[in-house]
């Protein structure tokens, strides 16, 4: 990326704000509007082999924004009724979407082309109008991907994607995910939207992913089971299995759909922003349903500064004596186990460190029947949730993780090399509203006492109140 330095010239951060929610062709129409190349895209989803829709590229205002308005014309025949979201299809001028079950595109697919201008629409497909309606599995939708002419890492992202929606879907019908009929997931506008997102994401040479919370509205939708609230509950059940934060507006209708959930949750990397940063490129995805404010998803191309580029936390905006301080998001993970043996319980816990983990810990417990047991904790980043996870299946006897986010208070801190009575140790340094506090390092302490044969806790007060000095 322009602008970056030498030193971290591979990281390239992608900022989603959503403070108008976000849906599937929101973000694809954000990513094109930020150079994703749409050559590229149209012969990518020409490789799919699937029928039964043109897509449409130009441009809206929406509240006097200029926006990108992409979006997925289905053809008379093809499955429509059964979009991602679910909608029965009313193919007039305006293409009104009723919910039927899943929900996507309420926010893009109620058209208004008083402000359009520069509209283009692609059609490159061969069409049979008269095939029935497909229900398609997560294996069918697996066996479309993998066609795809694409690289490893864009067919990855994009299964994540529907594997995200899927699992959802499978809670909210309350059925195993492999006896679920994707009719909501499987059809071909949620396939054209995933897909697209994966692949304009790799063709920017996006790295980072950051997400701001999600805007979302208030009231029911119709669906073919009834009146459902919202957030509807695929978009529930994602937010609530990936920690994404939500804020309610006092907007009619769902502004978060789905697919735009299942997209956050699948392309987000990092839990803050860099404490300081540069936006290099600003691309503006369009809804179609009007609101208050612009129904607009904004994404950013952002460089962090050099002094902060590995620090993903947030500014603690406090005065005083916390000024110095941070706040850190982290993840705690949990698990009980009354059948593991004691030296499984130690490997475990060393691979984890070697992972990357902040910390773990056991904690005693009893379980049913009486059966002594431990409570597993991790604590570790977003971004290596899924590494600890990995590790504790493989080498625990469990079968389930629970997780939750967490917010911390980190002092600011490093670690000197310090002249002591006893040669040179080292010592971890903290600040809080402006005094210091010394706490020698274990190995250091651990060292002289090995090769002077001194006391521990002798040489650990002598070290502090050198480095004090």
């Known amino acids: 990326m322009s602008g970056n ?10 900022y989603l704000e959503c403070y108008s929610g976000i849906s599937g062709d929101m973000t694809v129409g954000a990513l094109l509007d930020l150079g994703a190349s749409r050559k590229v895209l149209e012969d990518t989803l020409a490789s799919l082999g699937v029928e039964g829709y043109h897509l449409h590229f130009g441009r809206k205002l929406k509240c006097g924004i200029d926006a990108y308005d992409f979006d997925v014309h289905l053809e008379d025949g093809a499955d429509h009724g059964h979009g991602e979201d679910g909608h029965d299809h009313n193919h007039g001028d305006g293409h009104n979407h009723d919910h039927a079950y899943n929900y996507d595109h309420d926010h893009d697919h109620n058209h208004d082309h ?35 002419n694409a690289g490893e890492p864009v067919k990855d992202l994009a299964k994540k994607m529907f594997q995200i929606v899927a699992e959802a879907e499978s809670k909210a019908h309350g059925l195993p995910i492999e006896e679920v009929h994707f009719h909501e997931v499987g059809a071909v506008d949620s396939i054209v939207d995933i897909i697209s997102v994966a692949v304009c994401l790799h063709d920017l040479g996006i790295t980072k992913v950051a997400v701001s919370s999600l805007a979302e509205g208030k009231g029911y939708v119709r669906c073919q089971h009834g009146v459902m609230p919202v957030p509807v509950p695929a978009t529930a059940n994602i937010a609530a299995a990936h920690g994404l934060e939500l804020k309610l507006t006092d907007n009619d209708g769902e502004m978060v759909t789905p697919t735009g959930a299942a997209i956050a949750a699948a392309l987000r990397t990092e839990e803050e922003l860099p404490e300081r940063y540069v936006i290099e ?10 609101f208050k404010n612009a129904n607009i998803l904004r994404a950013m191309l952002i ?25 850190e998001r982290l993840w705690i993970l949990e698990t009980n186990m009354d059948d593991c043996t004691g030296e499984a319980l130690g490997f475990v816990m060393e691979c984890l460190m070697e992972e990357g983990a902040r910390d773990v810990w056991y904690t005693p417990a009893y379980m049913k029947k009486n059966r002594p047991a431990y409570v597993l904790r991790i604590l570790c980043t977003v971004d290596k949730r899924e590494a600890m996870e990995a590790a504790v299946f493989a080498h625990t006897t469990t079968i389930g993780i629970r997780r939750w986010p967490v917010e911390r208070t980190v002092l600011e801190r490093e670690v000197r090399r310090v002249e002591t009575r006893y040669g040179v140790a080292d010592v971890k340094v903290s600040r809080s509203a402006g005094v210091e506090y010394f706490y020698p390092e274990y190995e250091s302490v651990r060292r002289i006492c090995r090769e002077q044969g001194l006391a521990f806790t002798e040489v650990y007060h002598a070290l502090k109140e050198d480095a004090h000095e």
């Open 5 to 14: 330095t030498n030193q971290n010239k591979e990281e390239k951060w992608l």
């Open 114 to 148: 008083n402000h359009d201008h520069g509209h283009d629409h692609a059609h490159t497909h061969d069409h049979d109008h008269g095939h029935p309606h497909i229900h398609r599995n997560i294996h069918d939708i697996v066996s479309i991907i993998d066609r795809m």
């Open 281 to 290: 490129k600003i691309g503006v995805g369009a809804g179609n349903k009007d």
């Open 303 to 327: 460089r962090p500064t050099e002094d902060n580029r590995h620090k993903p936390v947030k500014n603690r905006q406090d005065t005083g004596e916390n000024q110095q301080n941070t706040e």
